[in-house]
């Protein structure tokens, strides 16, 4: 079969040239070599975060991430406030629970946006509440949820807000400061486009001042030693090399072409989908769609978890599936990564023939025409 596509919201597909730095011979963190390497994507970071404020590499997954983020500010015991609208909403609830935090679940219908209205009703029941945990993107649902408006109204209170970004910090606009998040996280095997293994974290001023008193236990994520140690010019711990190497690659990258026209490359892969998605009359999922990751409703009577095996294992495509309640009746494309327009075009091939092969009814002369017609007629710039 013809060559593999990865389409996954996470992992992504790599760069040839982060493949490359990924293989170069192994140095020791602490050189004058890496020092400089280390500075650069700190630095170069906060362009991302658009910040002015330190942004920290964890050698940690994503979930790490989000760990420190939260242990960071936290009090035990005190009133945390989970917007739930998938699977890692879900989590980071129950990592607050697990910290000691009285937590309060707002669970959202998967697919759709928290409400503001209710945002604010959750807060006039519970004025104390201290944090407030939400995902710029639910990659489960490839849902975004409102995040400006949620953070206007949140800084008008003493509770902070903390933002999972990692499928949306690097592929769509997500400012930090302007928007006053008070503590982002992102991931490198998402919209960072590398290997899995490392998480960017950052605070706001009104988090900073928490987290000189905040309570809950922490070694590993202590970010006051980090801060430290960063300022030394080093990581608290080892450093993680070779993703570091590969991620100044990928920022310096993101920065000459500017965050405008990276983000609307990846939009435009959305679009794409979207559009063609329609000529195969596989509906959205989401009603606040993610240019990061679209979902795509299945036909009824298509068995979603086979027709995603056999999508991957006849025509070697990898996309996800629906977890949970939506396990067989969704697929999840990623748009995050290093992705060509020829893997765009043989993606809504092949899976227009695996649903040829479920008997559904699908014209792919059309669909071809179609796909070569929209990818000619968009713009290819901002290509990482
Ligand atoms: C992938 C992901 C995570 C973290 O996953 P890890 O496997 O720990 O990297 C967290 N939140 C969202 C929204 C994600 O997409």
């Known amino acids: 079969m013809s060559n593999s596509i990865l389409l996954a919201p996470g992992p992504v597909q790599l760069h040839p040239e982060v493949q490359k730095i990924l293989s170069l011979p192994m140095i ?85 946006p928290v409400a503001m209205t209710d945002l604010k009703k959750i807060f006039k029941d519970h004025p104390d509440i201290k944090i407030v945990l939400a995902q710029a ?65 950052s605070f706001s001023e009104k988090a900073w001042k928490k987290i000189k008193t905040a309570q809950a236990k922490k070694f590993y994520f202590n970010i006051q030693n980090e801060l430290a140690a960063n300022q030394r010019g080093e990581t608290l711990f080892s450093s993680n090399v070779p993703l ?59 068995e979603g978890v086979q027709f995603r095996n056999d999508l991957e294992k006849n025509y070697s495509v990898t996309v996800m599936g629906g977890q949970d309640q939506l396990k067989g009746k969704i697929i999840r494309l990623g748009h995050m990564g290093y992705i060509t327009d020829q893997d765009l075009h043989q993606t809504s091939m092949r899976l227009s023939r695996c649903l040829s092969d479920y008997k559904f009814s699908i014209n792919l002369n059309e669909i071809e025409s179609k796909s070569k017609t929209l990818l000619e007629h968009s713009t290819q710039e901002g290509q990482i």
């Not at 609208?85 to 669970?107: C, L, P, S, T, Y």
């Not at 008070?182 to 899995?196: H, I, R, Y």
């Not at 509906?283 to 795509?296: D, R």
Request: with cysteine.
């Open 28 to 112: 020791h963190h602490r050189t004058p070599e890496f020092d400089l390497i280390l500075k650069s994507a700190l630095t170069n970071l906060k362009f991302v975060f658009q910040t002015e404020q330190p942004v920290f590499m964890l050698s940690s997954t994503g979930s790490g991430g989000m760990e420190c983020l939260l242990v960071n500010v936290l009090n035990p015991s005190e009133k945390v406030l989970a917007i739930i609208n998938g699977k890692f909403g879900e989590r980071w609830a129950d990592m607050a629970a697990d910290h000691g935090a009285e937590v309060i679940r707002h669970q959202v219908e998967w697919g759709k």
């Open 137 to 201: 993107c639910e990659t489960s649902t490839a849902t975004v949820n409102p995040i400006q408006e949620m953070a206007a109204f949140i800084a008008q209170t003493e509770a902070l807000f903390l933002v999972d970004g990692i499928t949306a910090l690097g592929a769509y606009h997500l400012p930090m400061d302007a928007w006053k998040i008070d503590g982002l996280v992102g991931g490198s095997q998402k919209a960072f486009m590398l290997p899995t293994g490392m998480s960017f974290v």
């Open 244 to 302: 570091i190497r590969a991620l100044d690659y990928v920022l310096k990258r993101i920065k000459s072409h500017g965050l405008e026209a990276h983000f609307k490359h990846i939009a435009r892969r959305a679009n794409y989908t979207r559009s063609m998605a329609q000529s195969m009359k596989l509906e959205l999922f989401s009603e606040a769609p993610s240019s990061s990751v679209t979902a795509l409703k299945l036909p009824s009577q298509i």
